[in-house]
C-alpha cells in the first residue's frame, strides 16, 4: 500500500511525501486495516524501526484534523520526549479547520504545576511522569484529549516506571473514555492482555526493514540462529574487539553492551586506540572538533577527558555516569557516522534512536545492588539486539552474544537467540510505589469512598492479570497509613483530602517522604544547619540516585557523624538507627549520610573532579542526585510554609538555590544570570564583580578580560541587568 492511497487529507500526504514516505511498511498496513484511522485502540508490538511511530502521527494528526481534540504522546524519558517533539515539526504548517496551524508543545519539567498554557496546543509530548503530574493538578485541558500514544509499553513491567504509566492511563482512560489509545513496544509477547485492558486490538508482527541475523560467538566463529556461521580473525588480543574492527571494515558501527560502567570505559579505550591508526585526516579533524565540544561542555573532569581522548580515536562510552549533555554530543555524534564503535551500558537501549549495524552483547549479566549479578531477561535482550539494522543504510543487521564455553554457547543459543520474551506482567502490587498513587487518586477525586478506591484500581491493567484481592489488602494497609498521618479524612462515607494530603500529592512525592519531613521538621536539633536539612531530604525513600558505600567509607562517614552529631535530626543509636516509622540499618544511616556529605561538598563548590575522587560518584550522578535534593528542599520549603515553619523559610529557599549550581551563599546572586555557572560565577566575585550593581558599573572590556568570560557571556550579563 502507498501513502498516496490511504484516506488521509492530501496536505497530510504531501508532507509524508516531501520525508521521503512513499510505500507503508506491512505493520503499518495491518494497523490502518485495523481500524487505527477510525478510532480503534491499538496496541502494536513490531520490531525496531518497523514503523510504529508513524502510525501513531497518522491517528494524531488525522483526528487534529478532523476535530477530534488533543493528542498526547507519552514516552518514559526526557530524551525520547525531545526526539519525538522533534520528529512533529514536520507537522506545524498543516491547517486545521478552523485555518490555523497545528500547535506541538512539549512538557517535562516542573512537577507542581497545571501548565494551563498547554490548553491551547493540539499535540502535546510529554514523560509519563509529567502526566501524572497534570492529572494530580487537574488540568483543564486534560478532558479534551481525543488521542492517546504510550510508547514503550513493554514498561508496564519495570518495577520503577511501571506503575505510574499504568495509573496515569487508566486515569486517562476514565477521563477521556471516547479517546483512542495506541500502545507501542518492540518486544511484547501478551500483547493481547494488554489489548483487553485498554479494549483494543493486539497487532504483533516479526516484520523488520532490516532483517535481524542473531547469533553467539565462541571459539572464533559467530554461530547464527539460521545455522550459518562466521569465522572471525583474531589479531588485537580481545574476541569483542576484533568483531566489533571487521563489523568496522566491512563499513559499519558497532553498538557495544558491557555489563558495566567501567567496562564501557575501559571497552572504549582499546576501541579507540584500535581505530586511531585507520582515521584519515578528514575524520581526524571532524572528531577532534567533536572532542573539544566535550571539554568545553559543563566542567572538565577525569571522565570528559576520557571521553574526549576516545572520541579523538573514532570510539566512545556511554552511560548514566555522563552528564545529559555529553551523552547527546556521543549519541548525535554516532547518528551522523563519526564514532564507529560505542560501549554503553544498557541504559543507552531505553534511550533515544541509536540504531547501528551490528550489536554486541558482550555479557549477559548485570549487577543489581544487593542481589549481585543476575542473567538479563530475554525481553531485555529482544531490546538491546533490536538495535541491529540501520534501514537505508544495512541490508542486514547482526546481534551477537559472546560466549566463554561450549555450554554457554548452547545455553544462550536456546534462552536468549531463539527464546521468546517474558511476558509483561504489571508491577503495581509493591506497596512503595503503590503509596503514592492511592493518595494521588484520592486527591484528584477519581475515587471518593474506600469501595470507589477499590473500584478504580479494579480498571488497572494488574486487575486484568491478577486476582484484586490482594491489591485491595495492600491498598487498604495504605489507606490506614494515610488515615494515620492526617493526609486523608473519612467524611461520613467519603473519602477526603486534608490539605497536607493534597500538596503531597501535587508536590509529587512519596507519603512517606512527607512524614519524615514534617516529623523532622518538628524535632529540630540543638545546632540546626543546612547540614541537617540535607540529612532530613537524604532520609526521605525519594532521595535518588541512591549513593552506596564502598571499601573504607564506613570509618570516615562514622567520624563525620561523630563530628556533625549536634546537627543530626536522626542520630544513630548504638548499631541502630532509630527512625519516627521504623528502625533503620546502620549501614543505611551511613548511606544517607554519604549523600549528605557529597551535596555538602558540592554547596560548598568542591568540584565535580574531587568529588568524584572523594566519593567516586560521576558527573551525571552528581547531576540527578542535585537535581533530586532539589526538588526535595522545594517541598520541604512548602511543607515548612504548610506547617508554619516560617522561620525555615528563607534558609531552605537560599539552600535550594545553593543545591541547584553547587555555589557558597555569597555566589547566589550571580549563578541566576544566564550562562554564568558556579565557575564563572566565583571568578566573577574573585574579581571584585560581587553584586548586581559591580555588574551595571563594570565596562565590557573588563569582563571580557577574565578567564572564561568571552563577548557573548559579557553582553549576556549585560542584558540581564537591563
Known sequence: MKVSEIEIPEQLKEILERAGYENLYPPQIEAIRAGALKGRNIVLASPTASGKTLVAELCIIYNILKDRGKSLYLTPLRALANEKYEEFQKYKSLKKRNGENIKIAISTGDFDSADEWLGKYDIIVSTNEKVDSLLRHKATWMNEIRTIVADEIHLLTDQD???????TLTKLMELNPEAQLLALSATVSNADDIARWIDGIAITTEWRPVPLREGVYYGGEILFKDGSAKKISLNTGRESLDIALEVVHEGGQVLVFTETRKASVEYGRHAANALSTELSDSQRSKLNTIAKKIMTSGEKTRLSELLAQQIKGGAAFHHAGLTGTHRKIVEDSFKSGMIKILAATPTLASGVNTPARAVLITSYRRYDPGYGRNPISVLEYKQLSGRAGRPKYDIFGEAILIAKTYEEREHLIETYVCGEPEKVWSKLSIENVLRPHVLSTIATGFAYTEEGLYQFFSKTFHAQQYDLKSLKLKVGRILKFLFEEGMVKPIKDVLSPTKFGRRISELYIDPLSAVIIRDGLHRRPSKLTDLSLLQLISRTPDISPKLYLRGRENSRLSAYAEK??????????????????????YDDFLSDLKCVAVLQDWIEEMSEDDIFERYRVEPGDLLRLTQTAEWLLYATYELARLFEHNDLLRKLAVLRARVRSGVKEELVPLVQIEGVGRIRARILYNNGFRTMAD??????SSLTALPTI??????KIKEHLG
Open 710 to 715: 568571552g563577548t557573548a557571556i559579557a553582553k
Open 564 to 585: 556533625h552529631y549536634d546537627e543530626l535530626i536522626f542520630k544513630p543509636t548504638n548499631s541502630s538507627y532509630v527512625m519516627l516509622i521504623y528502625e533503620q540499618d
Open 695 to 700: 555588574l551595571r558599573r563594570a565596562s565590557l
Open 161 to 167: 516506571r511501571g506503575p505510574t504509566l499504568e495509573i
